[in-house]
């Protein structure tokens, strides 16, 4: 197998640069995409998930399992290719956490053909809320995931860089209900608000969270040190039909009509976690139409973030197969800059994973204005010539490799990775941190 390398030129030119062989061969790979395959790594401690992202992408849209009780999550990042059960499509997740749980899983959202007619947090073992489905009946590319659950309900997710797009086919005749589990996050949460507006088909709300590695086995217990909140996820969403009905949940206590729920899981486990949080649902009539369809945007800084990032990346016409054709390109600009020729289809997808892999963090955090939140705590603007701002720097473990890659293939992006981990350690006192989760060292 030859490798050519296509780097960016500081002036906008491209350098072709042969690491083996002298030229483009005619048997080159034209369709890098098509030979990535987002389940690799997802089993055995891989420490990855299969769902919606982008390049560098501060969204990252996939399904958060369970192992049947809601203090544990199957895996560090939430998703084990072996537990066919989730409790939700959360919209955060981290690549490579080396603990279980291991950070973000943020605001779960369950479609559920069924009554909601207890609280979901006082299901602590996950016996009722919660999705089953087959391998044969889920599927992933870059920038798309869908999944049939055993319920018969159909979820498709596309995503942009911010903000997210879904379609869910919910069974004739059954209900139709999503549940926004927003203090479920996988280390637990400080607190957590839901705000549903059936007039303008709109559910906001927002976690307090962080915890990183907070509820591993060997945690510590209460003093943890990192069992602390450092960013607050904002999120708003909107749909294309009214609502039929509404709902929330804060411990054990269901509010059917309810449109608003706050509250907190906490960061411990066990019976001292058991049966706290909160969350809200929306229900759809089914009787002519099964099918909802939703856009949601995320922001670190606040509510109109979220929305502004939703309605800026996603129009109100837009289609999941719209969205998912615009992620396919953006990723295959990316894979594109290495270019391989020979070897087995095999290896040319273990190889183009691997890429698809590496350029998945460092995550934007900032919004489309250029704000974002700092180590601080507090909101910052980007620098003039600063293209954004990027988080999450698993420091001890990409120095060797990643950072060279980046800096190969995307010059410009190592160049704000520099910039914003200068500006995270001026925000934090001085001291450059080795391990950052979005902006905030763990510990």
């Known amino acids: 197998m030859s490798i050519r390398a296509v780097l960016a030129g500081a002036v906008g ?24 395959d987002p389940f690799i790594g997802t089993a055995h401690g891989g420490n990855t998930w299969p769902g919606a992202t982008m390049p560098f992408g501060m969204i990252a849209w996939s399904p958060t399992g369970t192992s049947g009780d809601q203090t544990n999550a199957p895996a560090a990042n939430g998703y084990e290719y072996n537990t066919t059960k989730l409790r939700g499509f959360s919209l955060t997740h981290v690549n490579g956490a080396g603990c279980a749980p291991g950070a973000a899983g943020d605001v779960p959202i369950l479609p559920y053909a069924g009554a909601v007619d207890s609280s979901p947090t006082a299901d602590i073992k996950d016996t009722k809320y919660i999705g089953t489905y087959s391998h044969a009946n889920e599927s992933a590319t870059p920038g798309r995931y869908t999944v049939t659950l055993d319920s018969g309900v159909r979820t498709d997710l596309a995503v942009t860089t911010r903000a997210g797009i879904a379609d869910f086919s919910f069974p004739a005749g059954k209900a139709e209900n999503l549940l926004f589990r927003t203090s479920n996050s996988l280390n637990g949460s400080e607190d957590a608000e839901i705000t549903i507006d059936p007039a303008t088909r709109t559910v906001n709300g927002s976690v307090l969270t962080g915890g990183f590695c907070g509820r591993r086995g060997n945690g510590g217990g209460a003093n943890n040190p990192d069992r602390r909140s450092y960013y607050r996820l904002y999120f708003s969403a909107v749909f294309d039909r009214d609502f039929a009905s509404t709902g929330g949940w804060q411990n054990s206590t269901l509010t059917p009509g309810a449109t608003t729920a706050t509250g907190g899981e906490g960061y411990l486990t066990g019976a001292d976690r058991a049966g706290r949080g909160s969350g809200g649902w929306v229900g759809f009539d089914t009787t002519s139409d099964a099918d909802v369809r939703m856009r949601v945007g995320i922001s670190y800084t606040s ?39 020979g070897g087995t289809d095999a290896r040319t997808t273990a190889f183009y994973t691997a890429v698809y892999h590496s350029l998945m963090q460092p995550q934007t955090l900032n919004d489309l204005d250029g704000r974002y939140l700092g180590a601080d705590m507090q909101v910052h603007a980007l620098r003039a010539g600063q293209k954004a701002a990027y988080g999450t720097f698993s420091g001890w473990d990409q120095y060797r490799a990643q950072i060279q890659l980046l800096g190969l293939l995307r010059p410009d992006v190592a160049g704000d990775m520099a910039t914003s981990m200068m500006d995270f350690a001026a925000q934090n006192n001085g001291i450059w941190d080795r391990w950052l989760h979005l902006a905030r060292r763990r510990t």
Not at 17 to 23: D, Y
């Open 13 to 36: 030119t491209a350098l072709v640069v042969t690491l083996a062989g002298t030229a483009a061969a005619a048997d080159e790979t034209t369709d890098p995409v098509s030979y990535v």
């Open 303 to 341: 509510l109109g973030g979220a929305v502004a990032n939703r309605d800026g990346e996603i129009p109100a016409q837009a289609t999941p197969g719209d969205v998912a054709l615009q992620a396919r390109q953006a990723w295959s600009t990316e894979l594109k800059r290495i270019a391989v020729t």
